[in-house]
């Protein structure tokens, strides 16, 4: 199973609401990323876990919280979202550093969010 | 600091021609070098990589890449450009500055395959 799956495709919001999107791979990958993607541009590194532990959160806002449950599931909680905050999220994972090399990131196909 | 340069936002070919995405990347080690490819509203996914061992790296879809360290660049070829090449295609360099592999992203390029 080479696969992310990542919950739900599509997700429309209010800057109220509080919701969160999920992720899962069964790859055994001990390294677990989330990047937001704006239309046209590259994605943009969130935050990466290493063995479930929050190992680089890139100055994101506190309305974007992380979490790793287990070596398997990564979670990101969404609250009091903006507009701006529309985007796609991708989820990835990897290998941790292998005899100096770094992992290739598998992707999951993302999370669309749309904040009205 | 690593760093990414994609030299075309968008490269333009017709069904059955060579294809050219350009790449130079900066690194103060030996860094280890990723194309991926992204179709519209799809993840990422791997072409093919470089990690310090042959310099011709071949990948899926006919698609292949050399690494050149004295020009410090990584282009992506392929022979023959199909209909279903058409997509974003993004240069990544990972080195281990800061102490972890953290992957830095190229803008990409838009390949655009004409019939």
């Known amino acids: 199973d080479t696969e992310v799956t990542q919950t739900p495709k599509h997700l429309v919001m209010g800057m109220t609401n509080k919701k969160s999107l999920k992720c899962e791979q069964h790859m055994g990958h001990r390294a677990m990323y989330w990047y937001k993607q704006k239309a046209k541009k590259p994605p943009e590194l969130m935050f990466v876990y290493s063995y479930e532990k929050l190992s680089i959160n890139e100055s994101v806002p506190s309305r974007f919280s992380p979490e790793c449950p287990n070596s398997s599931l990564l979670n990101l909680h969404l609250h009091a979202l903006q507009p701006e905050d529309s985007a796609l999220y991708l989820c990835?994972?990897?290998?941790?550093?292998?005899?100096?090399?770094?992992?290739?990131?598998?992707f999951g196909e993302g999370s669309r969010l749309t904040v009205l | 600091a690593q760093s990414v340069t994609q030299l075309d936002s968008h490269v333009s070919v017709s069904e059955g021609t060579p294809v050219l995405l350009r790449c130079n990347y900066s690194?103060?080690?030996?860094?280890?070098l990723f194309w991926y490819v992204q179709h519209p509203n799809k993840g990422l996914q791997l072409l093919l990589k470089y990690t310090s061992a042959a310099t011709l790296v071949k990948g899926i879809n006919g698609f292949e890449a050399e690494f050149k360290k004295s020009e410090t660049s990584f282009h992506l070829t392929k022979p023959s450009a199909h209909m279903s090449d058409a997509a974003e295609y993004f240069c990544v360099v990972s080195d281990p500055a800061g102490g972890s592999y953290i992957p830095t992203f190229g803008r990409g390029t838009s390949l655009i395959v004409h019939p």
């Open positions: 690194s103060s080690y030996s860094p280890s």
């Open positions: 990835a994972s990897s290998q941790v550093v292998l005899a100096g090399e770094a992992g290739e990131l598998f």
